[in-house]
């Protein structure tokens, strides 16, 4: 357990940050089901063609929301896991305030209006940013230290 033991206390509430996110990805991905089996649009198809479904656009935007919130996951989760070991508190609350922002992006997303996704969802850029930000400074810490 001593890796265990280089980490700050505080480095915990970025692990619970990393479950929170995941529980997130969990309920969006259990949207995109929903929407799947309303707007009848069934495995394997990705996206919904408008020539071929009326809802079309909907479902896309439902799915699309997730989809986006998937390809920026591994960006989060790396950034939030290594600035967190120099500023956990940090990381930890700029990680809640991104989790919040894409909570509202995707259901401004999945409303089939994709700019009501940008409303509080845009938020998340800035935590994001933040994030950077810590992951620098701990790059830095660690080899100037």
């Known amino acids: 357990m001593?890796?265990?033991?280089?980490?700050?206390?505080e480095y915990g509430y970025v692990v619970f940050?990393?479950?929170l996110y995941s529980f997130l990805n969990f309920w969006m991905a259990s949207q995109v089901g929903r929407a799947r089996k309303k707007y009848k649009v069934f495995y394997p198809t990705m996206y919904a063609t408008e020539a071929e479904n009326k809802d079309a656009k909907i479902f896309n935007c439902v799915q699309?929301?997730?989809?986006?919130?998937?390809?920026?996951?591994p960006v989060f989760f790396m950034l939030l896991i290594l600035g967190g070991i120099k500023h956990p508190v940090i990381c930890a609350a700029l990680g809640v305030a991104y989790s919040v922002s894409r909570?509202?992006?995707?259901?401004?997303y999945s409303t089939g209006?994709?700019?009501?996704?940008?409303?509080i969802g845009k938020y998340g850029y800035?935590?994001?940013?933040g994030?950077?930000?810590c992951t620098i400074s701990c790059g830095v810490h660690l080899l100037t230290a």
Do not use: C, T, W
């Open 103 to 108: 909570f509202y992006y995707f259901k401004g």
């Open 64 to 73: 699309r929301g997730h989809q986006n919130s998937l390809e920026m996951m």
């Open 17 to 19: 940050v990393v479950v």
């Open 131 to 133: 994030l950077m930000i």
């Open 126 to 129: 800035l935590a994001v940013l």
């Open 113 to 119: 209006d994709p700019q009501k996704r940008l409303s």
């Open 2 to 9: 001593a890796g265990v033991e280089l980490l700050p206390k």
